[in-house]
C-alpha cells in the first residue's frame, strides 16, 4: 500500500483556541472602537455626556483616539493569527492598559466593568500563555 501522507505548514493544537479567542476579541474591539471614532468625527451630537463625566479631550480627539486604535486593535488580530510575536506583545500591552484604565470605570457600572476587565485578562492569559500555539502558514 502506497499512501501519500499530505502534512500542511500550519497546524492548530487544542489550546490555540485561546488565541483565536485573543484575536477574535480584538477585531471586535477594534471595529467597535472604529466606528465610534467615525461617530465622534462626523456627527458628536449624537454622543451624550452625563454632567459628572470626565471628558479629558474634546469629542473629535477622541474620535481620533478611537479610530487609530481600532485600525490598531484590528491589525494586532491579524498578526496575532499570523503568529507574529509583535502583535503578541502589542496586544498584551493595550489589554494591560485597557484593563487598568476599566478599573476607573468598575464604580460607574460595576457589572459591565467587571465583565470587560475579566475578558482583558483572558485576553492577556491567552497571548502570553499561548500565543505561540499557531504556527503561520
Do not use: K
Not at 502506497?2 to 489550546?15: A, D, F, K
Not at 472602537?33 to 473629535?60: C, H, M, R
Not at 483616539?65 to 481600532?70: A, E, H, N, P, S
Amino acid at each position: 500500500m502506497n499512501e501519500e501522507v499530505h502534512v500542511t505548514s500550519s497546524y492548530r493544537t487544542e489550546t490555540s483556541g485561546w488565541v483565536i479567542f485573543a484575536a477574535t476579541m480584538f477585531a471586535i474591539v477594534g471595529v467597535f472602537n472604529f466606528i465610534q471614532g467615525i461617530v465622534f468625527l462626523v456627527e458628536d451630537t449624537w454622543v451624550v455626556l452625563v454632567p459628572d463625566s470626565i471628558l479629558v479631550f474634546d469629542l473629535t480627539t477622541w474620535g481620533w483616539i478611537l479610530l487609530i486604535l481600532g485600525v490598531v486593535e484590528m491589525v494586532v488580530a491579524w498578526g496575532v493569527l499570523s503568529a507574529q510575536t509583535w502583535a503578541q506583545i502589542v496586544g498584551i500591552i493595550i489589554a494591560t492598559v485597557g484593563a487598568v484604565l476599566n478599573l476607573l470605570s468598575v464604580s460607574i457600572y460595576p457589572i459591565w466593568g467587571l465583565i470587560i476587565l475579566v475578558l482583558q485578562i483572558l485576553v492577556i492569559y491567552a497571548l502570553a500563555v499561548h500565543g505561540d500555539e499557531v504556527v503561520p502558514e
